[in-house]
């Protein structure tokens, strides 16, 4: 048991790395707009298809109706309610920002000039990235092909979250240092995540590992839809951009395909 949580966390420093490898990038060398674009299509289509071939089975394979019912409406639920409470949370920042920055100064220049982090922003990837961290651990729990090829998965996904979210605190006039160490310590949750699901979980009922695992695909099908593709698509579309989704997908479910 200790030896394979040491093997979990061990595994939850490469998702880790490479958002830190991703906010390094974006502080030093800024992506363009559709490289980052290329980026999020990837990783959508990456998490997309270790749902599809990975956990979607995993959850029909337990027949437990109800569970998976359940967890999925959670799953969807609590997404949904951090979004209404980041959005609430930020309009908030920009009405403080708007009554502060004088007629004829546009809310975006005040924004970024101000220096303020954006609280509700990285409130939501802090919660994101602990919800990443915990479907990791179950998937190690649910079986060890599963969980590596989501920490390959989140690795991927994390690259595009240290991007972005650096390139947003950048756009704050935040200081390079300060920025990436804001981003490096919110993945670091993702190991947090990691042992809550390997151990509370570990030796989990068919039905509630099944729910957690519906849980765990509305979680990941919110994010690809609402969230990585949703941003992507702000940049006019290029038949390279939309490829890379393809590309991501392919390229997973062969991985699955060899694995079985």
Known sequence: MLNALWHVLLLSLIPIGTTAAGAILAAVYPPGPRTRS???QFAAGVVFSVVAVELLPDVVRGKAVLAVAVGFACGI?????LRRITSATEKGEADDVDSGSGKGIPTSVARAASGRAPVGMLAAVGVDILLDGI?????FAAGAKEG???TIALSV???SL???TTSSLLARDIRR???ISIVVGLSVSLAIGAVIGDTVLHNASVPLMSGVLAFGCAALLFLVTEELLVEAHEVPETMTT??????????FLLLGMVGN
Do not use: D, K, P, R
């Open 38 to 40: 290329g980026v999020q």
């Open 77 to 81: 639920g609590v997404m949904l309610l």
């Open 135 to 139: 479907l990791m651990g179950i998937a």
């Open 148 to 150: 590596l090829l989501l």
């Open 157 to 159: 996904e994390m690259l």
């Open 162 to 164: 240290g991007l972005a």
């Open 177 to 179: 240092t300060a920025a």
């Open 242 to 251: 939309t490829t890379m989704f393809f590309a991501g997908f392919l390229l």
